[in-house]
């Protein structure tokens, strides 16, 4: 069993920055992945980047390329997610998640956190 927990989000004017964190308890191995997320409103879950917990297989989606900066420490048992030049669109509740594979789609996640929410203004 894995727990998760997000903190963070929070309202930002567009091109501010906010850093999520994801605190992870129970049963951890160095070969999970663990993935972020987000669900603007009114739209399905999507794919934000992972990376798994020895630092590697990182994968953005292409829209927060070259914005957002995912990591890990490992003696904190915390995932990050640093999210720079922040756009309106960029709105959403943010999950951060964790499985055995190097998914992308939500469905294939096991283990989930309650979310946080980033409003970016305009």
């Known amino acids: 069993q894995v727990r998760l927990a997000e903190s963070g989000g929070g309202l930002v004017q567009a091109g501010g920055s906010l850093r999520l964190s994801c605190v992870a308890s129970?049963?951890?191995?160095?070969?999970?992945?663990m993935g972020w997320f987000r669900q603007p409103p009114g739209t399905e879950r999507e794919f934000v980047s992972r990376?798994?917990?020895?630092?590697?297989?990182?994968l953005y989606a292409d829209s927060v390329k070259g914005r957002f900066t995912i990591s890990v420490d490992n003696a904190k048992n915390t995932a990050y997610l640093q999210m720079n030049s922040l756009k309106p669109e960029d709105t959403a509740v943010y999950y951060c998640?964790?499985?055995?594979?190097?998914?992308?789609?939500?469905?294939?996640?096991?283990?989930w956190g309650q979310g946080t929410q980033v409003t970016v203004s305009s």
């Open positions: 998640a964790s499985n055995f594979d190097l998914a992308t789609k939500p469905g294939d996640y096991d283990y």
């Open positions: 129970g049963r951890l191995q160095s070969s999970w992945v």
């Open positions: 990376i798994t917990w020895n630092g590697g297989n990182i």
